[in-house]
């Protein structure tokens, strides 16, 4: 199966950051780099344009961002438009971040309760989450929704853990529709 595109370019940029001993300082860059992108939609929109030559986008690149981020990473954004991969850029820079989290052993975990947890419930549960994952610290999304009832349902990358209320009462309710009730 073909990697994405995201992927190749993203884990291309997170060796180089490795070589050069550098992670935190492209991170901090790709940040900024990514938030630049997403505020200025009129960019993104130049770069795609099909009646642009790739050369003026090279050099809109170069405008915009020479003497701001590292020659590195510059050169890193004149090859992904040289290759017509600039519609990727956001996802490439989120992998890359993604990567750099994984890498430093920080995982993100969206947490969902009924009520708003008081902060000695949130350190518990952190707490709890460290002992039970691989990751050295956390970077936790609290959310508040009522519907659920109780309990809490907690989402790290792909896995989630539903203890709510609600699930609960759903998963009885579907049992107890199975059940067949006996001749009278």
Same mark, same amino acid.
């Given at each position: 199966m073909a990697k994405l595109v995201s992927t190749t370019y993203g884990d291309a940029l997170l060796e180089l950051? @490795?070589?050069?001993?550098? @992670?935190?300082g492209f991170s901090e860059e790709v940040t900024?780099?990514?938030?630049?992108?997403?505020?200025?939609?009129? @960019?993104?929109r130049v770069l795609d344009h099909p009646k642009v030559t790739r050369?003026?986008?090279?050099?809109?690149?170069s405008n915009v961002f020479d003497k701001r981020i590292s020659d590195e990473l510059l050169g890193f954004l004149r090859i992904i438009?040289?290759?017509?991969?600039?519609?990727? @850029?956001?996802?490439v820079f989120d992998h890359?971040?993604?990567?750099?989290?994984?890498?430093?052993?920080?995982?993100?975990?969206?947490?969902?309760?009924?009520?708003?947890l008081s902060g000695p419930q949130k350190t518990a549960l952190e707490a709890r989450l460290l002992q039970t994952t691989r990751y050295h610290s956390f970077e936790?999304?609290?959310?508040?929704?009522?519907?659920i009832l109780g309990g809490l349902v907690i989402r790290i990358e792909d896995r989630v853990v539903d203890s709510s209320l609600k699930t609960r009462i759903d998963n009885l309710s579907r049992q107890l529709a199975r059940i067949q009730l006996g001749d009278r």
């Open positions: 950051a @490795l070589e050069e001993d550098r @992670l935190d900024a780099v990514r938030q630049v992108f997403l505020e200025n939609e009129e @960019l993104g050369e003026e986008k090279l050099d809109l690149i438009v040289e290759k017509g991969r600039q519609d990727q @850029l956001i996802a890359f971040l993604h990567e750099v989290k994984e890498h430093k052993g920080i995982g993100t975990a969206h947490v969902t309760s009924a009520v708003a936790m999304d609290y959310q508040v929704d009522p519907a």
